[in-house]
């Protein structure tokens, strides 16, 4: 006989919830859902020993439990900390978290280069949208920056650690994914940075690619699609394959353009992370719409500016010069690719390896 | 019935007098207001020799603009194109390979980047939306034209000239 479990009573900004034992605050507010969810940046529910390290979940314990009803003298991170029965939490209600909510993301801006008119991530990134939510527009940080070198890890995946917050959740994912975890944290403090020792390649084990959708900045992107375009221009449709790999769900997104697929991701949940984890093969090597069966357009979020453009319940209006002019086709119609160098329907943009280039497109009159 | 301003004048219907048949009077009554407007301030300007001055916030036609060392400054962000109510904005992006340092200020740039006149409203958004600097509107009109496909500006219409580089414009 299963014994039954004694469930804890915790009260999130006021709204009461029960949650078993050992839950983390973290995890008790999304069983609320809703605004008092804490944001989260490095704690990843998907990947075990993931949280503490970025420190925007901090929280205000106000009553640690029932048997010992002091506060907590500090903030805490709420991914870290486990629940006591009684116990009394305050997120948003609270002005002192909301404030330090506020310095934690100053400072995960610090070293970041805000180059999110280059960077691919943009548009669906965790630090965009949490530095529009929580943070200020200013900064009082005085000194340079540090930089790093662009560097290719693997034939699909590149690192601009230039962006990293070192949340470590690309380390987590090739521990648990991956037998053979190729890179890691160097150094330590200020100068600690991802990067694999010399030089390795990452694409030696099958779900590497991983990395690019557990990042939650844009310092692992995908080198397939690598500036090809903005995520608010492609359209996300859910697809399914049957994959071989037994490990490999072989669900996904496919961002499409018309008939192109520019970039394969895994789905994701309303709090970024993913659903379920997809291979390198699913994710890199299969681009035409032949491989996919599609489900239909994703779900998503209204604010999002991805949402922009994709509209519910299309009607195409009907061509009416031909019934205007009885019958008659009209002779004078401009198709806009005689004209137009963007978007030829003979140039697919997805079907060139990595980003493209200078070379790949035909010169126009001497000026790219 | 009642009328809705006390301005109304009942027309005369009378017939016309003998003097007023030879409608003379009139006649030097009208010429007396056509020639009185030659003294009169002109309400034109003779068009191409002379302009009118343009309002300070008047939008015209887009530039794309470089940095001081001639660099282009659009690094094919977007956000000009999804600001476009007319969706008028299109482009395609690149990576600048080593070496091209000195044409393009980022490491992304645009390779095509093109301005559909015809569904632009020169609202002035994209010059609004534009994180780089990279787009401004000029205190010029679009040329008209006879032609539709003439109105599809490429980045060899917008693109300023380089002071550095000059371009070699070969058709």
Known sequence: MAEEKKLFKVKIDNIPVEVEPGTTILNAARMIGGDVVPPAMCYYSKLQGSGGKCRTCLVKVSKGSEADP???????????????????????????????????VEFLLLNHPLDCPVCDQAGECDLQDLSYEHGVSGTRFEFKRRTFEKEDIGEHIKLH???C????????????????????????????????????SLDQTNFIGNVIDVCPVGALTDRTARFKNRVWFLKPVDALRECHDPNCCGKTVLWMRGDEIFRVTARKDKYGEVEAFICDTCRFEKKEPQDWVIEGPRKVARYSVISQGHYVGVHKPHETVAKVMDGRQPKLLMNIHTVSEVNQPTVDLSKIEGPAHSNDFPKHNGVQ | MQTLTNRAIPVDRRPMTF???????????????????IFKKKATVNYPEETRPFSPVFRGLHILNRDEEGRERCTACGLCAVACPAEAITMEAAERLPGE??????????????????R??????????????????TETFA???????????????LLI????HPITVNK
């Open chain 2, 120 to 137: 632009c409203i020169f609202c002035g958004f994209c010059e609004e939306a534009c994180p780089k600097e990279a787009i401004y509107m």
């Open chain 1, 165 to 200: 917050i070192l949340c470590y959740r690309c380390v987590f994912t090739a521990d648990q994914l991956t037998n053979n975890r190729q890179h890691g944290i160097l150094g330590r403090g200020d100068h600690s940075e991802i990067s694999t020792y010399i030089k390795a």
């Open chain 2, 19 to 37: 003097w007023e048949k030879m409608y003379l009077p009139a006649i030097a009554k009208g010429m007396g207001i056509t020639l009185s407007h």
């Open chain 2, 101 to 118: 340092e000195h044409l393009y200020r980022e490491e992304k740039y645009a390779a095509r980047y093109e301005i559909n006149m015809l």
């Open chain 2, 143 to 157: 040329p008209s034209n006879y032609a539709r496909k003439s109105f599809i500006y490429g980045k060899d219409d």
């Open chain 1, 161 to 163: 650690m230039t962006r």
């Open chain 2, 161 to 164: 000239p380089d002071p550095k």
């Open chain 1, 70 to 104: 002091r506060p907590m003298p500090k903030l805490v991170a709420s991914c870290r900390t486990t629940v006591m029965d009684g116990m009394e939490v305050a997120n948003i209600t609270s002005p002192e978290v909301l404030d330090a909510r506020k310095g934690v």
